[in-house]
């Protein structure tokens, strides 16, 4: 597992803690790996979810560190969503 995936699930599980996050998201780290995220908070995994977002480390990290917006990231092509919209932006609100 890279230090980018493990990094990832540290920070992800700070911006969840106390969060209202109750579907399941996966981010799919090109090159690195990906991250689960649920009602229980984030883990290096690569399971089914309701939302995939695919994106590079650098795209990635940025968004984590809040230099990006996720919402504008997916509108320039450096974010790629598939699954439910929905609660893609509920996981852009709890990332904010």
Do not use: H, W, Y
Request: proline share 1%; charged share 25%.
């Amino acid at each position: 597992m890279s230090d980018i995936v493990n990094e990832a699930v540290v920070v992800l599980n700070e911006k969840l803690a106390g969060s209202d996050f109750d579907g399941t998201a996966k981010f799919d780290i090109e090159g690195e790996g990906t991250v689960m995220m649920d009602e229980n908070g984030a883990r290096a995994a690569d399971e089914e979810a309701d939302v995939t977002l695919t994106a590079d480390a650098e795209t990635f990290q940025s968004i984590l560190e809040g230099d990006t917006n996720p919402t504008s990231a997916f509108m320039t092509g450096k974010l790629k969503i598939d699954g439910d919209m929905g609660m893609a932006m509920k996981l852009a609100a709890v990332l904010g």
